[in-house]
C-alpha cells in the first residue's frame, strides 16, 4: 500500500491520506470545494462542483492515472435540488467516460460546502 500526495493541494487536516494506493486502484478521499490557494469555497454548485472535480483531477494525474481511469465517484449533495446542475457538469467532465456513480443528499457538510465527491480510479 502506498500513500500519495500533492503540493499542489493542502494535506488534510484530519486524520486520513489525501489517495491510498493498493493493488492498482487509487481511492481518493472525499474532496471538498476549498481553493488550495486562497483556502476559500467558491459560491455556488457549479464552481464548487467544477472545483472539486478539478482536484480530482490534479489528484489522479499526481498519481499516475487519469480521469479516463475513474472506475466509481460518490458524491456527497447537501441539497437534492442540485442534481441537474452536478449531473450537467459532471458529464461534461468525463464527456464519453462514465463511470460507476452514486449521488447522496446529505444534511449538511464540513464549512458549508454544497458538494464532496470521493473516487476509485485504476493506475495507468
Known sequence: M?????????????????????NG??????QLPVDPL???????????TSLVLEKIDDLLNESGSSREQVIQMRIY??????????????AGF????????????????HYGCLIEVEATAAVL
Request: net charge positive; with cysteine.
Open 77 to 90: 449533495i447537501s441539497d437534492i435540488t442540485f442534481w441537474d446542475d452536478v449531473n450537467r457538469i459532471y
Open 2 to 22: 502506498k500513500i500519495i500526495s500533492t503540493p499542489a493541494i493542502p494535506l488534510p487536516k484530519g486524520h486520513y491520506s489525501q489517495v491510498i494506493e493498493h
Open 38 to 48: 486562497t483556502g476559500k469555497v467558491p459560491e455556488g454548485i457549479n464552481k464548487q
Open 25 to 30: 486502484l487509487l481511492y481518493v478521499s472525499g
Open 94 to 109: 468525463f464527456a464519453d467516460h462514465r463511470p460507476a456513480r452514486c449521488i447522496v443528499p446529505v444534511k449538511e457538510l
